[in-house]
């Protein structure tokens, strides 16, 4: 039985959460280009499973390009091209083989702004994605999986008495929450979150990276952020992604978060993350 197995997996780890199904991302010498404008070059980064990995540089070094290129969303833009693979758990997702759903599903996406769909109920906001994987799921089950994201989203007792109110209803931050509940409901194996807080006040900031902290034990998570504090509160590995003027972005270090804003390597690190430049 399968929650038995986790829960002898879990205690065999002490007690730490680790489901035996995380799944890392290895980027391999990605390059990207808009038309013939090259704005990625070479950038290789392994994000382990059960980490969070914060990707942190300037404006216009091509974080959210790369993150696009982790999820194939990247391939949807009109003249856009890349070069390089992506492995989850191994399985490179360009892989003429892999369809490209289901690149989609196993590597979720939150945004900025948040995006529920605001005219659709809380409830239907959670279960949207389902439809799109095309699994067929009853009542009950659908309840359960609800009841199970909304709570790990830390949203579930704001909202649990008033599931059938539409999701643009909530503040800023509870719709936050509720896109991470949406981009959960369809297991994903890995969470990719481009700047999520920069559209919430303090508190909901705080919150969302409680939530943060305590879902990388079921996924893997990279995050965008500008905020040095939160990739230091949030981030256990950190890049740092830089682009000179007209040039494509790339990494110019990466390491533990520690090392990266205690130690850095390179003084153009330093310089960043003690708000130089
Ligand atoms: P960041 O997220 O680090 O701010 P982006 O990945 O958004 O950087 O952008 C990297 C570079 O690619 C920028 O120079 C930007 O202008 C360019 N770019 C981003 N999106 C597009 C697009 N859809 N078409 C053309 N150029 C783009
Ligand atoms: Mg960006």
């Known amino acids: 039985h399968t929650r038995e197995a986790i829960a002898v997996y879990d205690d065999y780890l002490g007690g730490h959460r680790r489901l035996p199904s995380l799944a890392g991302l290895d980027a391999r010498e990605i390059s990207a280009w808009f038309g013939e404008r090259q704005v990625l070059d070479r950038v290789s980064l392994d994000m382990k499973a059960g980490r969070v990995t914060a990707l942190i540089g300037p404006s216009g070094c091509g974080k959210s390009t790369f993150l696009r290129i982790l999820n194939r969303m990247h391939e949807l833009i ?56 095309g699994r067929r799921a009853g009542r009950a089950e659908k309840d359960a999986l609800v009841e199970e994201c909304l709570t790990k989203a830390g949203l579930w007792r704001e909202v649990a008495d008033r599931l059938r109110q539409p999701g643009g209803a909530l503040s800023g931050g509870q719709q936050q929450r509720l896109c991470i509940a949406r981009s959960l409901a369809v ?12 559209a919430l006040d303090p508190t909901s900031t705080r919150v969302v990276e409680e939530t943060i902290k305590e879902l ?62």
């Open 78 to 133: 009109p003249g856009a091209t890349l070069a390089g693979e992506v492995l989850l758990d191994g399985v490179d997702i360009y892989d003429a083989a892999r369809r490209l759903t289901d690149a989609r599903r196993q590597v979720g996406m939150v945004f900025q702004k948040p995006n529920p769909f605001p005219a659709m109920s809380i409830y239907d906001n959670v279960v949207a994605g389902l439809k799109l994987t």
């Open 187 to 198: 297991r994903p194996r890995v969470l990719l979150m481009d700047e999520p807080c920069s």
């Open 216 to 277: 990388v034990a079921e996924v893997t998570i990279v995050i965008v952020t500008h905020n040095m504090q939160q990739a230091q509160r949030v981030s256990d590995h950190c890049a740092f992604f830089l682009a000179e003027q007209g040039q494509p972005g790339y990494i110019v270090e990466h390491g533990p978060t520690d090392a990266m804003f205690h130690a850095p390597q390179d003084p153009r690190t330093s310089d960043y993350v003690n708000g130089r430049f």
